[in-house]
């Protein structure tokens, strides 16, 4: 599922390198594959040991998909090729036609992933200081472009210290109030005042807007700026060196690892040490380059897309990160302090310290090109039959992933494999047990509809796979029916099964509600065909849509999102009932009609939080039935037959209420709630604990 990022903040650069040849992980994925033939069930076998295939196909698929080996399937990472390969395979495997696209089963997808250098030469940082010999910084060395700024432009300009680059009546702060900026090159620093101050006017220790970089240079290009030079914090410094440490540690291991096995090799095994030795070198090869990055960093570069992406504002001036070294050296000169020593001063009273720099101009060209990562849709058919044939029912499932890191972590800073067990390993591999069930179905029946399964790429940088094949669909889009989405559904907790798009088409929630009835799960239905997800692009070109989902978790788009922790019995129910609404779309005899729906849609989240009471619900009113000893509820007061009036702001007129209210908490969020005990008001507060 797609994260709504604010990507004015600073991120990771998206050239993750490689740390496991494709070679070897193409030969996991055929051992993966191989193994697929011992789960296909006929039509004679029990519906019992056809669950337990299911569940065997699921496991083995999510097993490989989430694997540390295909680092978290970034669209920037040649694991995604893998992953693709995969799906292909298993394409094969279920029986599918793999000729849509072009006599092939690949739909290329363009993904911008921002700027990257057009041309070395192009990329120039020229310092003159008075009368001193000029000081070429080098690209990557003393500084760098970024993306967020004009991809070509050069400037030659005076420059002007700006501080934060911060003007706000609210804070009574601004960084221009004293000096004139107007055809000078404004040097920024990163962040806000005290930024490390919990006591900071600007939010504590919270980042306020001010500290984007995009309200930095539109603020600078406001006041006249012809380029901006951001210079980094001393803590982002120290983090983004550790950061490349870790990924050199790592790689080390790896190659002691693989040294250790290359000496453990018998000398007649010829090809086997000649690829051991040539995956040292590859290694060796990486941490070379990741010495030079560990150099930069050390001096505070930034990354080219750590700024961001560019505005219709910001791409008209040059933007680039100035080394920390460089930036001091030019202040001493400029305004006889230190870079330090303005940032304490700065940091300390909240006050600017803006200046021009005396005698100090700079030169800058950048040579910028958008960045664009090549990646696919991979789809399968299965040809519809009889009269329903000419129409389409497509099922889909995004691969990718947020890879190591980075772009779109919940976890910022850390460079791990984010594995996407549940988001989205979990929905692929239920869309391609539902192939394989459908197609066992679907052979006895004389007309039904094509079924298209798609594995959508580029989910995670804006529902860009989906996209891409609403706009080149393989088969008419005003013939496709139904599109059912299946993303995040392997952590179903208390029951809870979320489906999206009930309300898209008039047919869909009877149909829905039909097959439960063999389930029995606690649905939560959403009639919108809206949300962060593949399925939006299917309903805004008119097609109805279903949107299968179990949740959002605090392992969402984090390393531990990981294999160990999908519910299998209750993943192979979920796959079990989408097959069952699948099948019966793909032999409605009508088809769905497509209607409008709101916009606006929250997405659901898991309960993580605990109150500990039971209700019941009685013409508006909502009485405590329980109360669990030792319970949050318990130690606030809380009594059976106390009636809840309120919580917090949000009055209670149904159980839903108390539900949703708890929901959308954390533990140890502070509650206040009004009952009504023997027909007076009584005020409660206490403390939500997490839920077990």
Same mark, same amino acid.
């Given at each position: 599922m797609i994260t709504r990022k604010n990507s004015q903040l600073s991120g990771?650069?998206?050239?993750?390198?490689?740390? $496991?040849?494709?070679?070897?992980?193409?030969?996991?994925?055929?051992?993966?594959?191989?193994?697929?033939?011992?789960?296909?069930?006929?039509?004679?076998?029990?519906g019992d040991v056809r669950s337990a295939a299911v569940t065997d196909s699921l496991r083995r698929d999510i097993q490989f998909l989430a694997s540390e080996e295909l680092r978290g399937r970034s669209i920037t990472d040649e694991t995604i090729?893998?992953?693709?390969?995969?799906?292909?395979?298993? %394409?094969?495997?279920?029986?599918?036609?793999?000729?849509?696209?072009?006599?092939?089963?690949?739909?290329?997808?363009?993904?911008?992933?921002?700027?990257?250098?057009?041309?070395?030469?192009?990329?120039?940082?020229?310092?003159?200081?008075?009368?001193?010999?000029?000081?070429?910084?080098?690209?990557?060395?003393?500084?760098?472009?970024?993306?967020?700024?004009?991809?070509?432009?050069?400037?030659?300009?005076?420059?002007?210290?700006?501080?934060?680059?911060?003007?706000?009546?609210?804070?009574?702060?601004?960084?221009?109030?004293?000096?004139?900026?107007?055809?000078?090159?404004?040097?920024?620093?990163?962040?806000?005042?005290?930024?490390?101050?919990?006591?900071?006017?600007?939010?504590?220790?919270?980042?306020?807007?001010?500290?984007?970089?995009?309200?930095?240079?539109?603020?600078?290009?406001?006041?006249?700026?012809?380029?901006?030079?951001?210079?980094?914090?001393?803590?982002?410094?120290?983090?983004?060196?550790?950061?490349?440490?870790?990924?050199? @540690?790592?790689?080390?291991?790896?190659?002691?690892?693989?040294?250790?096995?290359?000496?453990?090799?018998?000398?007649?095994?010829?090809?086997?040490?000649?690829?051991? $030795?040539?995956?040292?070198?590859?290694?060796?090869?990486?941490?070379? $380059? %990741?010495?030079?990055?560990?150099?930069?960093?050390?001096?505070?570069?930034?990354?080219?897309?750590d700024a961001g992406t560019k505005s219709k504002q910001s791409k008209t001036i040059p933007v680039a990160s100035i080394a920390r070294d460089l930036a001091d050296r030019m202040l001493r000169a400029g305004a006889g302090a230190s870079l330090e020593a303005l940032e304490t001063q700065i940091n300390q009273t909240f006050r600017p310290a803006s200046r021009a720099l005396d005698s100090v101009t700079v030169s800058l060209s950048v040579d910028l090109k958008p960045a664009i990562a090549v990646s696919d849709n991979v789809i399968g058919r299965l040809p519809?039959?009889?009269?329903?044939?000419?129409?389409?029912?497509?099922?889909?499932a995004h691969y990718d992933h947020v890879g190591m890191g980075g772009y779109a972590s919940m976890a910022p800073g850390t460079i791990a494999v984010h594995n996407g067990a549940d988001d989205n390993a979990s929905g692929t591999a239920t869309m391609l047990a539902c192939g394989a069930e459908l197609k066992r179905r679907l052979e006895q029946v004389d007309s039904h509809r094509t079924i298209l399964l798609i594995g959508f790429t580029?989910?995670?940088?804006?529902?860009?796979?989906?996209?891409?094949?609403?706009?080149?669909?393989?088969?008419?889009?005003?013939?496709?029916?139904?599109?059912?989405?299946?993303?995040?559904?392997?952590?179903?907790? @208390?029951?809870?099964?979320?489906?999206?798009?009930?309300?898209? $088409?008039?047919?869909?929630?009877?149909?829905?509600?039909?097959?439960?009835?063999?389930?029995?799960?606690?649905?939560?239905?959403?009639?919108?065909?809206?949300?962060?997800?593949?399925?939006?692009s299917f309903y805004r070109v008119g097609v109805p849509v279903l949107f299968f989902f179990t949740g959002l978790h605090n392992d969402y788009h984090r390393p531990s999102d990981d294999f160990d922790k999908i519910d299998f019995g209750n993943l192979t129910r979920v796959t079990d009932m989408v097959s069952g609404v699948a099948f019966r779309l793909a032999v409605l005899p009508q088809r769905p009609l497509y209607a409008e729906t709101d916009p606006k849609v929250q997405i659901r989240r898991q309960m993580t939080a605990y109150l500990g009471i039971r209700i019941s619900e009685q013409n508006g009113v909502v009485k405590i039935t329980e109360v669990t000893d030792g319970s949050p509820a318990s130690k606030a007061g809380l009594q059976i037959d106390d009636q809840i009036q309120r919580i917090g702001r949000q009055a209670i007129r149904t159980t839903g209420d108390v539900l949703s209210w708890v929901r959308a908490h954390e533990p140890g969020d502070s509650f206040e709630i009004e009952v009504r005990r023997n027909a007076n008001a009584v005020v409660l507060r206490g403390k939500l604990e997490k839920r077990s």
């Open positions: 990771a650069s998206h050239n993750m390198t490689a740390t $496991a040849p494709v070679a070897m992980l193409l030969a996991l994925a055929q051992i993966a594959l191989l193994s697929f033939g011992a789960v296909r069930c006929t039509a004679q076998e029990s090729d893998v992953a693709r390969d995969y799906l292909r395979e298993r %394409m094969e495997s279920i029986g599918l036609e793999l000729d849509s696209v072009a006599g092939g089963s690949f739909q290329r997808v363009e993904i911008p992933v921002g700027s990257e250098v057009r041309n070395e030469s192009g990329n120039v940082c020229r310092i003159q200081i008075a009368d001193q010999p000029a000081v070429d910084a080098g690209l990557g060395d003393g500084f760098g472009p970024l993306g967020i700024g004009s991809d070509k432009h050069s400037v030659s300009a005076p420059v002007v210290f700006a501080g934060y680059g911060i003007s706000s009546e609210t804070h009574e702060y601004d960084d221009y109030q004293t000096i004139d900026a107007r055809g000078s090159i404004v040097m920024l620093l990163r962040k806000e005042p005290g930024a490390s101050d919990p006591d900071s006017p600007f939010d504590g220790v919270k980042n306020t807007r001010h500290a984007y970089f995009a309200t930095k240079v539109s603020n600078a290009i406001e006041h006249g700026a012809v380029a901006v030079l951001i210079v980094n914090d001393p803590d982002s410094t120290r983090e983004a060196v550790q950061k490349v440490q870790n990924r050199i @540690d790592q790689e080390q291991r790896r190659t002691e690892r693989l040294a250790e096995m290359l000496s453990n090799l018998p000398q007649q095994a010829v090809k086997n040490r000649a690829a051991t $030795a040539e995956k040292i070198a590859g290694t060796d090869r990486m941490i070379a $380059a %990741m010495q030079s990055e560990l150099a930069s960093a050390r001096r505070g570069i930034l990354g080219i897309t519809g039959k009889g009269l329903l044939a000419n129409q389409t029912l497509v099922i889909g580029g989910e995670e940088r804006g529902l860009l796979g989906s996209q891409r094949y609403v706009e080149a669909p393989v088969r008419p889009i005003e013939n496709t029916t139904t599109m059912i989405n299946l993303d995040m559904v392997g952590r179903l907790r @208390d029951n809870e099964l979320t489906v999206y798009g009930t309300g898209s $088409a008039s047919e869909l929630e009877g149909v829905v509600d039909s097959v439960n009835r063999d389930f029995r799960f606690n649905l939560f239905k959403v009639a919108s065909g809206y949300g962060p997800s593949d399925h939006q």
